[in-house]
């Protein structure tokens, strides 16, 4: 009589085959570890679960002879069953979904489908395992399950169609996270999409918007418009003000602001409205642009003598203007008393916004501009030379005499009012004074041996 059953053979398959395929697996999850694979989880879980109740199983079932009935042993079968759905879907999501180019037809499905294919995939797992291993009847489950399933359809149909409307949506795939919306309700960037809504931050705070009423309106993807972003302004002048006039005024605005990437566009819509169309990178630079743009221009418009919201400027009255060349221009200029009166009616009060430019390197000036209030930041077009600043009594447009180019970059650090007198009216000035003359040649000449620090008033 053979004292040896079959159990033999399973206790020495196990003892043997265990050992090995803990080493086999051990050895592929490092290989893949180091390349930094996906498949290196799946491995790690066959190897610390799978493999040690599979060879429990057998141990219990075919060497031990527990019978298939007692509760321990359905209870390892549920958990291997459990592992191995586990390891199934994992292996998958790896090798369908993780591993998937951006541009192919798996990488661009909604992680929401993929949850949806999970859950249809664990259930139907969990059922198998109740009915083989517990023996459960589940005909009558699903029956149970469907009837509900109806009656929980019609309590929350509302809910349910913004599901289902939201799985449409995204099936389409008509927007990503990250992507800029124009909607009816908001415009901004989407941050997440689930179940029930689209998630908007805008200006104003995040705006949720239910995906049923989403897919059933019409939206601008705006990232998607192709080629660069541009944002429309819409402004208001004086009806009297030449059009011309202020469509240069808005596109040279328009063109100096530091996010612009390309040639502004400006047009007048009657009736004194004017709209201004200027390129940037993104959408997310709208706003910093139209506050920017509408800073600016509310300065710009003042000086150049326009009607910005058909508003008036009474900021430069002779009062202050004579106030500004007593006490800045005439220690400058060497003027006397009798030089001021005459230049009261040629000269004029600016303000620049802060950042705005006041001058750029390159250009010929037209006018001496003195400072009478706030800073100016003066930047050379040679970058050894180091940044100055310019502060009250300092003046830029020097060259203005000689007709030669700037060589300075001037934006102002803070709001600066600035006293303005045009090329004429200062050689008519140097013409009677010679001394006056050649003390602006000498510092024409000498400007760049000028000291950094005295350099701003000599620009």
Known sequence: MNVFGPWLYWAIGVGIGFPAGLIL??????????????????????????????????????????????????????????????????????????????????????????????????????????????????????????????????????????????????????????????????????????????????????????????AATSFTNISRSGGEHRVSITTTFAVGDPPDRVCALLSRVADELPLSIGAADSAALGGGQYRTTIAVDSPRDDSAVQATFLRWLWYASRREGLHLDDADDDFGTPERVAEALRMVVAPVLRLTDADQQALVPHARMVRYAGDEPLQRAGQVPTAMTFLTDGTVRLTAADPAVPDTTLRQGGFLGVTTLTRQPSQFDARALQEVTAVVIDREHIEDLVTAKPLLLQELGRIIDQRRRVPAEDRGRFT
């Open 25 to 214: 697996l051990t050895e592929w999850h490092g290989a893949l570890a180091r390349r930094d694979s996906f498949l290196a989880r799946p491995v790690a879980l066959a190897r610390n679960y799978l493999l040690p109740l599979a060879a429990l199983l057998v141990l219990l079932a075919n060497v031990a002879g527990v019978p298939e009935q007692d509760p321990t042993l359905r209870v390892i079968y549920t958990a291997f069953g459990l592992v191995l759905l586990v390891l199934v879907l994992s292996v998958l999501d790896v090798t369908v979904f993780q591993s998937a180019p951006t541009s192919s037809w798996r990488g661009r499905i909604p992680t929401i489908f993929i949850d949806v294919a999970r859950f249809l995939l664990i259930g139907a797992g969990l059922a198998l395992t109740l009915s083989l291993v517990w023996g459960a009847k589940i005909g009558g489950l699903f029956t149970a399950l469907g009837v509900t399933s109806v009656v929980i359809g019609l309590m929350l149909q509302n809910s349910v169609g913004q599901i289902v409307s939201g799985l449409f949506m995204l099936f389409e795939q008509p927007f990503r996270i990250g992507d800029w919306l124009s909607t009816p309700a908001a415009r901004g960037r989407v941050v997440e999409v689930n179940w029930r809504a689209v998630h908007i931050s805008t200006a104003e705070g995040l705006q949720v918007t239910p995906n049923s009423v989403l």
